[in-house]
């Protein structure tokens, strides 16, 4: 009966490993925000996954705040959503050990991520990056998440994390909520590539081909005109042969609520002259506003400090329900 009247829920979360980029904000955060009106919502800063890459401790924690400051700005609403930050809810430690008993060496070893990363971090590929995915299922797992609005790169760790829900309840009989991956249109921002390699992923770690969503505008116009384009002149989508312009006309599309027949029309006979300081000019109109609440938002610590506390009290109730479920279903004694 329970299940018939619940609202159906929806988890997911952002490492605050650097600043929210535009990437983030139209992968995910933009479908974050809409869908709280409909869906019991929780949304997390996984601090516990930054750490799995070196981070600054001072950085770390300056950034944390700065990100929950950045949801609030965005839209995210703590009277609608539970906001909080990851490392206040240990149940998510508790539950990743868990999971790792039954997920296999060979599917982590599959993970993408995990490749490009340890590639990238050479010197440092810890045992943490490599169960990264684990401590993400018992993310999602552990609000028994129905939905999961996450970028196009993270479809295979949501996927790796059903066959772990669905492993569990086929040894133990029906524990977790099988969870789906929600991913916006290609052109709304499912994946947003980088301004100076359109071949590769907008990604934090790279600051001159991505767009903070801190930017001021000066900024950001000036990282559009020297995005990459190709020596062409005109503005149509070609991912494969236009693979610059065509990012930038998604991303045009999805900061100024347009189509891409729509967009296509607009700039038809026009050059990379006037596209490109037009698609920046979108961009820092759609940023202005939650850049400017966002700064006011960060002048407020007590207000900031109440968010998070009262959302991992929140969370820390639901997570503990599943985790003792999940405790009696393996076997532990009970406390
Ligand atoms: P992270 O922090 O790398 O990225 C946060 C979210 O933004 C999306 N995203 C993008 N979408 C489109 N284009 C881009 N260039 C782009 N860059 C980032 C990502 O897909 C993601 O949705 N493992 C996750 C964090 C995480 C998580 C979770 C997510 C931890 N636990 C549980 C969902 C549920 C990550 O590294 O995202």
């Known amino acids: 009966m329970e299940n018939q009247t619940r609202k159906k829920r929806v988890f997911s979360g952002i490492q605050p ?11 995910a955060i933009k479908n974050w925000v809409t869908m709280q009106d409909e869906y019991d919502c929780v949304y997390c800063i996984v601090d516990m996954h930054a750490i799995t890459v070196r981070q600054n401790p001072a950085d770390l924690r300056r950034r944390c705040l700065e990100q929950l ?7 995210l609403d703590p009277a ?11 149940q998510h430690a508790e539950l990743s050990w ?5 997920t296999q060496f060979g599917e982590l070893s599959r993970m993408t991520q995990f490749k ?3 590639q990238q971090h050479a010197d440092n590929i810890t045992a943490g990056l490599f169960t990264y995915p684990v401590l993400m299922a018992a993310d999602i797992l552990l609000y028994q998440a129905d939905y999961v609005p996450v970028g196009e790169d993270q479809r295979q760790h949501v996927e790796l994390c059903r066959d772990i829900a669905q492993r569990f309840n086929g040894v133990y009989s029906e524990t977790f909520v099988l969870p789906e991956a929600l991913i916006q249109r290609v052109d709304q921002g499912a994946r947003i590539m980088s301004l ?5 992923k907008m990604s934090k770690s790279d600051p001159d081909g991505c767009v903070y969503l801190m930017d001021p505008p000066e900024v950001i116009q000036r990282k559009f005109k020297r995005a990459v384009t190709d020596s062409e002149t005109s503005v149509r989508y070609d991912k494969e042969n236009k693979p610059g312009v065509s990012n930038l006309l998604t991303i045009y599309c999805a900061a100024a609520g347009k189509s891409l027949e729509e967009a296509e029309a607009e700039f038809a006979g026009q050059g990379y002259g006037v596209f490109k300081p037009a698609v920046g000019e979108a961009v820092a109109e759609l940023l202005r506003p939650m850049r400017e609440e966002a700064a006011r938002m960060m002048k407020d610590k007590a207000y900031l400090e109440g968010v998070y506390r009262e959302g991992a009290q929140r969370a820390g109730r639901l997570a503990q329900r599943t985790l003792d479920k999940v405790h009696r279903k393996v076997g532990f004694v009970a406390r």
């Open 98 to 102: 868990i999971l790792g008993c039954y």
């Open 69 to 75: 400051a950045q949801y609030l700005a965005c839209g």
């Open 17 to 27: 490993s650097g600043d929210l980029t535009l990437g983030s904000y139209m992968g």
């Open 196 to 200: 100076g390699n359109p071949l590769s």
């Open 116 to 118: 490009q990363k340890s």
């Open 80 to 90: 609608k959503s539970i906001l909080f930050v990851q490392s206040h809810v240990p």
